[in-house]
């Protein structure tokens, strides 16, 4: 077997949209991890063949990359012990906090955790964001969970801004680019979560894991990772 199912090209799955990661512009697919995955592309000589991954549930993504349906996959995707005991993980990219976005009609003052008490919270399914939720559950500071399927982005939002849930949760520099243009959310505070960001193989492509590292190596080297990193992340680029 060579270096990827496919000679010439890395078939890579992302859970669109989950900007500024990846998002469809224009008809094609972009974003930082995309165009990260095109310049990792240049450097082993393949073509890039984005797919996009439709389950409900984001863990869900694994399952086709232990069967062989795609290389990797990129998404935002943060290493769990969980995920890191079913998939190879590169070295991280990426480091980010969740973010919290609030209505500031309702909770206009919202500034830190405590802030949130006796709200729901909207969850996407297999999102990292579940475990800060029933951290705070358990602590009593939010009042309830409510799962999103993981492409329900969207109405999670819209139920934020009708006041049907107080609070989503989301990878910092996400959700701040999902409620940009929705005048009644904001992001109120981040948890500091520190969580690395990483591109996932089979458990047996050991080969293709350390090309990718050694490409991303030389991007980091030649000033093409941080040329990425100031336009899709010019606010807050991540370590």
């Excluded at 000033?223 to 990193?229: M, N, S």
Aim: aromatic fraction near 8%; charged fraction near 20%.
């Amino acid at each position: 077997m060579g270096l990827t199912l496919t000679p010439g090209s890395l078939v890579v799955a992302s859970a669109y949209p989950d900007p500024p990661f990846d998002l469809i512009q224009d008809g094609s697919a972009t974003g930082f991890d995309i165009e990260l995955m095109r310049a990792v592309c240049a450097q082993l000589g393949v073509a890039l063949q984005p797919v996009r991954y439709a389950g409900d549930d984001f863990n869900g993504i694994f399952d086709g990359l232990a069967k062989g349906s795609y290389d990797a996959v990129i998404s935002g995707t943060t290493i769990t012990p969980e995920r890191a005991a079913v998939a190879l993980f590169s070295q991280p990219y990426l480091e980010f906090n969740q973010g919290v976005a609030v209505n500031r009609r309702s909770t206009p003052s919202a500034a830190s955790l405590g802030d949130l008490r006796g709200l729901t919270a909207g969850i996407q399914s297999g999102n990292t964001s579940d475990f800060v939720a029933k951290r705070l559950l358990a602590e009593g500071t939010i009042a309830g969970i409510k799962y999103y399927p993981y492409h329900g982005i969207t109405t999670a939002l819209d139920d934020l801004e009708a006041g049907r849930i107080g609070l989503v949760i989301k990878l910092f520099p996400v959700i701040s680019w999902l409620v940009r243009d929705r005048a009644q959310l904001s992001v109120a505070l981040e948890v500091p979560t520190r969580e690395k960001l990483g591109i996932a193989f089979a458990q047996q492509n050991q080969s293709l894991c350390e090309a990718v590292n050694r490409a991303l190596a030389t991007l980091r080297d030649n000033g093409e990772f941080a040329r990425l990193q100031a336009r899709w992340f010019p606010r807050n680029g991540g370590s």
